[in-house]
């Protein structure tokens, strides 16, 4: 009977353990479904608005508002407690501005820190439209960096020769 008990209880905590994953997965499904197949995402894990890192990868990604809208990436930051979306748009003066922004929850916050397996207080993704990694750097990287792998991709080969 005792290993019937302590059997049964580490099934409890294994399930619990599941529903939690699958919680955590249903908040960043939620979050990074809609982008799914329609942009790519630069996603950036930042402790705060104050960190360098974060600071100078804005300032980069900010200087190209044509190619972030040409190649349909949306920015996604993600703060310690926090996140935001921001979509790009040139304006008449190439200026950046904000199509929509969509501010994230502290639990959104986490659950996507925890499916990128992110503990840096500075970690910057680029996510293909298929929902694959396919940049991670924990350092700042020039926006051309960015443009000139997505333009290798045979999807965005395709876009370019319409």
């Known amino acids: ?23 955590a997965q249903s908040g960043v ?20 608005e104050e960190n360098s890192h974060y600071k100078e990868q804005l300032a980069s990604l ?6 972030l809208e040409d190649r349909q ?18 304006t008449e003066n190439t200026e950046l501005s904000k199509k929509e922004t969509q ?9 996507l820190r925890k499916h990128y397996n992110i503990s840096n207080s500075f970690t910057i993704l680029l996510v293909g439209k298929d929902g694959g990694v396919k940049r991670r750097s924990n350092e700042v990287l020039d926006a051309w960096e960015f443009f000139d792998q ?13």
């Open 1 to 23: 009977m005792k290993h019937f008990c302590l059997g049964l209880t580490a099934l409890l905590v294994i399930g619990f353990m599941a529903l939690g994953t699958a919680h």
């Open 29 to 48: 499904s939620t979050i990074l479904k809609p982008y799914q197949w329609q942009n790519r995402l630069i996603i950036i894990f930042t402790d705060s």
């Open 62 to 67: 900010e200087l190209y508002p044509f190619e």
């Open 73 to 90: 990436l949306e920015l996604l930051t993600i703060f310690d407690n926090t996140g935001y979306t921001l979509s790009f748009n040139q």
């Open 103 to 111: 501010t994230l929850d502290q639990t959104t916050a986490q659950d």
């Open 150 to 162: 997505i333009d290798t991709m045979p999807m965005r080969q395709r876009e370019m020769s319409r």
